[in-house]
């Protein structure tokens, strides 16, 4: 049985690690819109450069996360977008701008489809559950703008033309000996 006063230090450890996530220090990854509401549609505030210091509020809303600038604007940000000030590395924050991109596909983040669950991934990517895929919309936008990028093989062939790449043969990778088949013998063993 705990004594009253565990249950208070315990309760009050509990309220200090959760007030402690709700003001982090963040900084912008790369440069970024701080907008209004929790939407690639919401209007923007300001545009942010790389590395601006922010503080994380405790409000959040699907990928999107509510910060405060150093100069004192508040508004809300993609969490494909911010970091600690320790997270290093141009790969990682490629790679999180790509899956920003996938998000932003599917319109996550939209005002009429907010999810508060607060389900999240270590990294920051939440699954989806049948009810997330029966009610994901698209960003047809998105999906246009995607689709105007695209390019046929004339295009792409003259692309490496221009910019001096030339075909290369690769061998073919050797073909990998099957595993061993299973000895379905005893060995020993008794159920």
Do not use: Y
Not at 1 to 21: K, V
């Amino acid at each position: 049985m705990r004594t009253p006063i565990t249950c208070i230090l315990l309760a009050l450890a509990l309220l200090g690690s959760l007030s402690a996530q709700a003001q982090e220090a963040l900084v912008t990854k790369r440069q970024t819109t701080l907008r209004e509401g929790p939407s690639e549609s919401a209007t923007a505030i300001a545009t942010l450069p790389a590395q601006t210091a922010l503080t994380r509020q405790p409000t959040r809303q699907g990928a999107w996360v509510q910060v405060k600038t150093a100069a004192g604007a508040s508004g809300w940000l993609h969490l494909f977008d911010v970091g600690t000030s320790t997270e290093q590395g141009s790969v990682a924050n490629a790679a999180t701008g790509a899956l920003r991109g996938l998000s932003n596909l599917f319109n996550r983040g939209s005002a009429q489809n907010q999810n508060t669950s607060g389900t999240t991934a270590t990294v920051g990517i939440r699954g989806l559950g049948a009810e997330d895929i029966a009610n994901a919309q698209p960003n047809l936008a998105a999906l246009a703008q995607a689709e105007g990028l695209r390019q046929d093989t004339a295009q792409a062939k003259r692309f490496a033309t221009e910019a001096g790449l030339s075909t290369h043969t690769v061998d073919a990778l050797p073909v990998p000996t099957p595993p061993a088949p299973a000895n379905n013998t005893n060995a020993g063993f008794s159920p």
